[in-house]
């Protein structure tokens, strides 16, 4: 058998398949995060509660109302981006003039909040969500048994995050939202509504965090703590690939999760400090980010 | 006839002043120190407070004719915040009695202002076994279960089991460490084999690079030295990945409610250790029926262990005729508990609660009848056997 480090082959391609999965939650979080910097200035901390109400909303959807995982995977992510639209409307807007740190006070106040209101609701202990029918079991594949539902979540987060590369980076809507962050009053000159841009784009990419929500709730227990947990390594995923770069925070995004699997693999208590020192040198050798520009 | 009553009214005052000799402050007052917002509100929080209260209400309310009060405050998991709340309790609220201390941090700091104030504590939510050892105070019991009684329950039972090969899956801290480094112990010396173990970043969301570990070194068992929702995790986990039910998960440390939110699918065959289980004879089922209509969840061991200690308190208070810490102390140790907690209960001079507790197996979906009917009992450890002989405690209180 192949063995490379000590590690056989087969244990290590096992490993890098679990790291991609891990990666492609990372992405389609930090793509929003990504998203609404760019476009907004703003550093939106309230990004994992967001993305923990997208997993809650999906058990009590389907608890409570008899809403399938299909459902939810569309209802769910539109609910809590309208709720994050409401947000931007009434508070966050009042803030775009004031430095980034305001909005990250704010967004982090919100944060707590919206955490404390689900520990109070639904208590600390967690929900289970069980894999949808379509998707339970699973293939081996000589070095794994890959489960069909983490087979899902990799395709269906990278459907997403080229869905919205392309409609940012090629499509005109997304060339009228670069032209408002570059400048938002010539904009407005040519008749468009930029305000109801903004709004929309914060809704947007909070509903990336939803969906994100709703991909992981029958992977992970649905806890009220959830977001906290994954949130802190988003950020750093963000600052990696450079703030508000698209294509970065997607490629820095999978590949943080591939290096995070094999950190598990050679050095397990490692796994969760690694992509903070990647962060540490890439600040000092690149402060923009690998993929930023400096603004 | 004026000379009567006024006879009959000095009498009166007089024996109120002696009651109040007996009685501090003309009041028993029973202080829940609890986490009531963090992550082990679930399995201590307001149902802990509630088992304090039905203790109280089924004692009458009242004891040597004085009423019975309860208090509850939020400790947050943090030493400092319980170690103040207890002081400020035990200086200006008149609190008597400190009990639950869910978490080790806020068990051991409150123990010790219970010693330097002369009141008692009583540990049920905490694990560490420095809580009768190295740290031991003569006012304190520790009721419910310790990591000594966990790793003896799971460990031992299970290798007799046949689960005679393990690898752990340990949270990597000081709590996960001494799980892993007590089971390993105990596992070894029943003739089982360690075959390794893998460290997990606390708190982690996803297990299952740890897991295939686990699957790769091939044991019949994989020990959880970890818990709450990380434990959950890697149970819901392990399912997902084939490696349930090949391989047997043994939780060190799970409750009823971390069974409760993963469900039987992913649990079932799991092993766990607990000092009590709704479901196991007709004193516990009544009362655990009663705490549900009131809290709409069963009991866990943390729950029905404050409800029996208040109780065996309140009847050393009565016994002794005074709330004095040493004195009912005395009373307490002198005493067996019988309720619906346990049999034949008794309370070490190390201020060890030792009593018998359960190895468990978690049913198929199959086999339970309906919500909450979870566990079917493998094995009784006896208390001697399960919690460390007391010619082993490094208490200074125990003489040799």
Redesign the interface.
């Known amino acids: 058998m192949i063995e490379i480090f000590g590690v056989p082959l087969q ?1 290590l391609l ?2 890098l398949l ?2 991609l ?2 990666g492609s939650f990372y992405a389609v979080l930090s793509l929003g995060l990504a998203i609404i910097f760019g476009l907004l200035n703003i550093i939106n901390f309230t990004h994992g509660a967001q993305y923990m109400m997208g997993a809650f909303l999906a058990w009590i959807g389907l608890t409570k109302f008899g809403l399938p995982y299909w459902a939810a995977l569309v209802v769910v992510p539109l609910l809590v981006g309208a709720l994050g639209m409401v947000i931007e409307r009434t508070m966050l807007k009042r803030l775009y003039h004031l430095d980034h740190l305001y909005g990250l006070l704010l967004t982090f106040g919100l944060a707590l909040v919206i955490e ?1 209101f689900f ?2 609701e639904y ?6 969500y ?2 949808p029918d379509a998707l339970t079991g ?1 293939t081996h594949l000589g070095f ?2 890959l ?1 069909n ?2 087979a899902w979540v990799v395709v269906a987060s990278l459907a997403v995050c080229i869905a919205t590369w392309f409609l940012i980076e090629r499509s005109s809507l997304g060339a009228y939202l670069r032209a408002g962050t570059e400048n938002p009053k010539l904009l407005q000159a040519f008749g468009v509504n930029v305000p109801l841009l903004i709004t929309l784009t914060y809704g947007f990419g909070v509903a990336l965090a939803a969906f994100a929500g709703v991909l992981a709730a029958p ?3 649905v ?1 009220p ?2 977001g906290a ?2 949130i802190i390594v988003v950020f750093a995923v963000v600052v990696i690939g450079g703030m508000g770069s698209i294509l970065g925070s997607i490629v820095t995004g999978l590949g943080l999760g591939l290096i995070e ?1 094999l950190a ?2 050679y050095f ?2 490692f ?3 690694i992509i903070f020192l990647i962060m540490v040198i890439v600040l000092l050798v690149r402060p923009a980010g690998l993929f930023g520009r400096v603004r | 006839m004026r000379a009567v009553q006024v006879l009959m009214g000095a009498a009166t005052l007089a024996f109120a002043a002696a009651a109040q000799a007996q009685i501090s402050n003309d009041v028993v007052k029973i202080g829940v120190l609890t986490d009531l917002s963090g992550p082990y509100s679930d399995l201590a929080g307001t149902g802990s407070v509630e088992a304090v209260k039905m203790a109280v209400e089924d004692f009458g309310g009242k004891v040597l004719g004085k009423p019975i009060e309860v208090v509850a405050a939020d400790h947050q998991n943090k030493g400092d915040i319980a170690a103040n709340k207890a002081r400020e309790w035990f200086d200006r609220g008149n609190v008597d009695m400190i009990i639950d201390l869910t978490t080790s941090s806020t068990a051991l700091a409150v123990m010790k202002v219970a010693k330097e104030k002369n009141r008692i504590s009583i540990v049920s939510g905490a694990a560490s076994t420095k809580i009768t050892n190295e740290d031991c105070t003569d006012t304190n019991v520790h009721w419910t279960y310790d990591t000594r009684s966990l790793a003896e329950g799971t460990g031992r039972a299970v290798v007799k089991q046949g689960g005679d090969t393990w690898f752990f899956l340990t949270a990597d801290y000081a709590f996960g460490h001494s799980l892993e480094k007590d089971t390993s112990e105990v596992v070894t010396a029943a003739g089982g084999k360690v075959l390794g173990s893998v460290r997990h970043p606390f708190p982690g969301q996803d297990f299952s690079s740890f897991l295939l570990k686990a699957q790769a070194s091939g044991a019949k068992v994989i020990g959880l030295a970890n818990a709450g929702t990380d434990a959950q995790n890697s149970i819901k986990q392990a399912a997902e990945f084939g490696i349930t039910p090949k391989q047997k998960l043994a939780g060190l440390l799970l409750f009823i409610n971390d069974i409760h939110t993963v469900g039987l699918k992913a649990a079932q065959d799991l092993y766990v250790t607990e000092s009590f289980y709704w479901d196991r004879d007709d004193a516990s089922r009544a009362w655990s029926k009663r705490f549900f209509d009131r809290q709409k969840r069963m009991p866990n061991m943390v729950q029905a262990g404050n409800y029996s200690a208040v109780g065996h308190y309140l009847n050393a208070v009565k016994a002794a005729g005074t709330d004095d810490a040493a004195k009912v102390m005395a009373k307490m140790k002198a005493t067996p508990v019988n309720d619906m907690f346990t049999k034949d209960g008794r309370i070490r001079a190390d201020g060890l609660h030792v009593h018998d507790v359960y190895l468990f197996q978690v049913k198929k979906p199959a086999e339970a009848k309906g919500p909450w009917d979870y566990y079917k009992l493998v094995q009784t450890v006896p208390g001697d056997q399960a919690f460390t002989p007391l010619a082993q405690s490094r208490c200074p209180l125990v003489k040799k």
């Not at chain 1, 208590?123 to 289970?128: E, K």
Request: hydrophobic share 30%.
């Open positions: 244990a096992g490993q679990v790291g999965i891990n404390g520990f109070n208590g600390s202990s967690g929900q289970s069980d894999v699973g794994i048994f489960p539902y983490r992977v992970f227990q806890s703590d959830m947990k994954l699997g598990k693999v397990p208590e796994s969760a400090t």
